[in-house]
């Protein structure tokens, strides 16, 4: 079974600073994985994904994501966070065909500072 | 704009009432899910649907009951509410292909109090 780890719990980080959130997975062959992002009191709204191909991938509102298979990292980046994007950031990974069935990690809470 | 309606967003009932969790979409999407969420948590699949008449149980048990009637629709019930059900309950649906994305509604934060 396929699992996800986000280390940080919450960062930190001011405004206009670059930002990056670390996911490690665990899944045996090539996975599909995916960064959400959550507001309060909202539900998940997909920032980007990877399934195959050029291992950096962007999204909307500026993110990318690198795909590691050496390290099993699938971390987020910004070059320059906004006070908007403080939020909660899920990283998730499906697995094979049942790519769909997608196993979470515990998130990590983003604040911005002034 | 959410393509995915999740009706009530709050809702705080008594415990031993029997409510149910109102998802639409729009989308035509064949699959569809529920994951709940505890505060500051990891969401957890309680159940999911790969079309009409498809039900399963997903990883985290639970006590709610799920239909699929209808290909947009994926109401989710418990029978008689229970403190230990006051959580976030999110509903999502995505296309058939295993590697479409999944689209969320906004949630229902129920309390049973």
């Known amino acids: 079974a396929q699992s996800v780890t986000q280390p940080d719990i919450h960062i930190t980080v001011s405004e206009g600073a670059s930002l990056e959130l670390r996911c490690n997975y665990s899944?045996?062959?090539?996975?599909?994985l995916f960064w959400y992002v959550q507001s309060p009191g909202q539900g998940l709204q997909l920032l980007l994904k990877y399934f195959s191909g050029d291992t950096l991938v962007q999204g909307i509102k500026g993110f990318e994501a690198e795909f590691k298979r050496s390290q099993s990292s699938f971390n987020l980046r910004k070059p320059s966070v906004h006070w908007s994007d403080a939020a909660e950031y899920f990283c998730?990974?499906?697995?094979?065909?049942?790519?769909?069935?997608?196993?979470f990690g515990g998130g990590t809470r983003l604040m911005v500072k002034p | 704009e959410a393509d995915i309606y999740q009706t009530p967003r709050y809702l705080v009932i008594g415990t031993g009432k029997k409510i149910t969790l109102e998802c639409s979409q729009t989308?035509?999407?064949?699959?569809m899910y529920w994951y709940q969420q505890d505060p500051g948590m990891e969401l957890h699949l309680i159940h999911y649907?790969?079309?009409?008449?498809?039900?399963e149980k997903g990883d985290l048990s639970s006590e709610s009951t799920v239909s699929r009637i209808r290909t947009e629709h994926f109401p989710l019930t418990l029978e008689s509410a229970r403190p230990s059900h006051t959580s976030q309950y999110l509903c999502a649906s995505s296309a058939r292909a295993s590697n479409s994305p999944l689209h969320f509604g906004n949630g229902t934060r129920l309390t049973v109090t």
């Open positions: 989308m035509g999407h064949d699959k």
């Open positions: 998730a990974v499906g697995a094979g065909n049942a790519g769909n069935m997608l196993t």
């Open positions: 899944y045996g062959a090539t996975p599909y």
């Open positions: 649907s790969y079309g009409v008449n498809s039900t």
